[in-house]
């Protein structure tokens, strides 16, 4: 037999058939969370934060004995980079689209999205079990953004769904591996591995923590990985389950962790060399996707002008991170008002941020991570302002208050005395309040307002703790209903108005 023909034959051997990975595109609140829900029988949106999917996440199920990968894409605008990231990635998408709503704003975009990456798609037409579901309507919509169905003078199979009941569920999984069919996915099982890098962050306790999609050879423990901005070995491997496995195979959602240093979102990985267009690649690897915000980086001067703001960025991961900064740079800045970004980075907001801020005169801003106790330590004794929330647009109503008067400098808040529940000493008060401005710090000093703020005090005293229902805390912002723990002199009274020094 020919040398030829034996080669091909060898090369045939080793190239298997691989499971689809679909990504699952839509307008907020359309119902892409609670429909995977379904899919996996775990209640994740509920546990979200706000109901809004702020990350990529990504996962296996089985249908009729065959594997399907899906990925979640945020749905606010917000993360459009995020999302682009999973469509390039995917070999098919789901676009959900609510019957009683139709084509949204997001919609149009994700069906941009899906077009401009040439992303083979199905349409699930979700919430078909709410009274005010219109299927005529969702369909007329997509007609008009451009989304041919089949029936109506397209080839875009779609389906009749309810995430919430489950009906027409296994019917759109069907869709799916009957798309995959068509598309012919396949890997060759001897290559070395490769993939993409789907989000990073920086564990404090296991290191610098990748999750991946295997596209094509076989991931093992051992293996040397790299991409255009960071290489390591892959000491631990996990499936999506979070269970430390020997080896993957495409089309398996992994963690790696063993990079020497946080690889950009949406980069290729390989095992071996990589590929001249990922060496290429000048930004994260997907458009819209913000270039050196990965590692922490100060590129910026700070300012002192009267209007500008200065800010630290950090987040839990590099994705949140890239969102974040859009969000605060979008702001609308009237008035001659400028944001100025000195540093961002991912991880969880330190002592040495602390200090960087003290040196810029920045507020801190955190989103989805937490504040670690010797930071906690210092800005509360160097009144350095640290906001955290685990959603990102609460974050940017809090800078836009600094720009609008409703939120004091570094160190100033107000709250109102709600309760008194304990006041056997003077040394240990216990109120509880509401912040009704800027953000109550712990362990700092205040003055006691009876009356209206502009009165005069009437005393003054010392934060020794704050409590959130049952929770100690560090500070909290606008809103917030907390417990005091006080020392002072003045025997506090409800309504009285507590004012941080600034």
């Not at 084509?103 to 199905?122: H, M, R, W």
């Not at 489950?166 to 869709?175: A, F, M, R, Y």
């Not at 009957?178 to 296991?206: H, I, M, N, Q």
Request: aromatic fraction near 4%.
């Amino acid at each position: 037999m020919p040398k030829e023909t034996l080669k091909k034959i060898a090369i045939e051997a080793t190239v298997k058939t691989r499971p689809p990975i679909v990504v699952v595109m839509g307008h907020v609140d359309h119902g892409k969370t609670t429909l995977l829900d379904y899919i996996r029988k775990a209640n994740i949106a509920a546990r979200e934060a706000g109901g809004i999917t702020q990350a990529t996440a990504a996962y296996e199920i089985v249908h009729s004995d065959r594997k399907i990968t899906f990925i979640d894409t945020p749905g606010h605008e917000a993360f459009t980079a995020m999302r682009s990231r999973g469509a390039q990635v995917a070999d098919l998408a789901i676009l959900v689209v609510a019957a009683d709503e139709g084509v949204k704003p997001q919609t149009k975009e994700a069906i941009q999205i899906i077009l401009d990456a040439k992303t083979p798609f199905v349409v699930a037409i979700n919430k078909v079990d709410k009274t005010g579901g219109n299927l005529d309507k969702a369909r007329n919509d997509l007609m008009a953004a451009g989304v041919l169905l089949e029936g109506y003078g397209g080839q875009v199979s779609y389906c009749a769904v309810s995430a919430k009941t489950g009906e027409g569920v296994s019917d759109l999984l069907d869709l799916i591996l009957l798309a995959a069919d068509v598309e012919e996915l396949t890997y060759d099982a001897s290559a070395p591995a490769s993939g993409f890098v789907l989000e990073a962050k920086r564990d404090p306790k296991r290191g610098i923590e990748a999750t991946v999609i295997v596209k094509n050879g076989t991931l093992s423990r051992g293996d040397a990985v790299k991409t255009r901005t960071a290489s390591g070995k892959v000491k631990i491997l996990e499936n999506f389950l979070g269970k430390t496995v020997s080896e993957l195979e495409p089309s398996a959602p992994a963690i790696i962790i063993g990079f020497e240093k946080i690889p950009q979102v949406g980069e290729e990985f390989a095992v071996g060399e990589l590929s001249a267009a990922a060496r290429s690649m000048t930004g994260s690897g997907a458009p819209g996707a913000a270039s050196g915000t990965v590692a922490k980086t100060t590129n910026q001067i700070a300012k002192s002008k009267p209007n500008t703001l200065n800010l630290v960025l950090k987040a839990g991961d590099a994705g949140s991170l890239e969102a974040l900064s859009v969000v605060l740079r979008g702001i609308d800045q009237k008035g001659g008002k400028e944001i100025n970004i000195v540093e961002e980075g991912v991880g969880d907001i330190t002592d040495g941020d602390i200090r960087h801020a003290i040196a810029t005169k920045a507020a801190i801003i955190g989103f989805k991570n937490r504040v670690e106790k010797g930071a906690k330590v210092l800005a509360d004794a160097q009144s350095v302002t640290v906001i955290t929330s685990e959603i990102v647009y609460d974050l940017s109503t809090a800078v836009e208050e600094f720009f609008s008067g409703k939120r004091g400098p570094a160190g100033a808040g107000e709250l109102e005395v709600l309760a008194v529940f304990n006041q056997e000493k003077p040394q240990k008060q216990l109120v509880g309040g509401r912040v009704t401005g800027g953000t109550f710090h712990g362990k700092t000093s205040f003055d006691i307002v009876r009356g209206h703020v502009g009165s005069t005090a009437i005393g003054n005293g010392k934060v020794l703790g704050l409590r959130e229902k049952k929770s100690e805390i560090f500070q909290a912002d606008m809103g917030k209903e907390i417990g005091v723990l006080l020392d002072s002199q003045t025997t506090i009274q409800v309504g009285d108005k507590l004012l941080i020094r600034k």
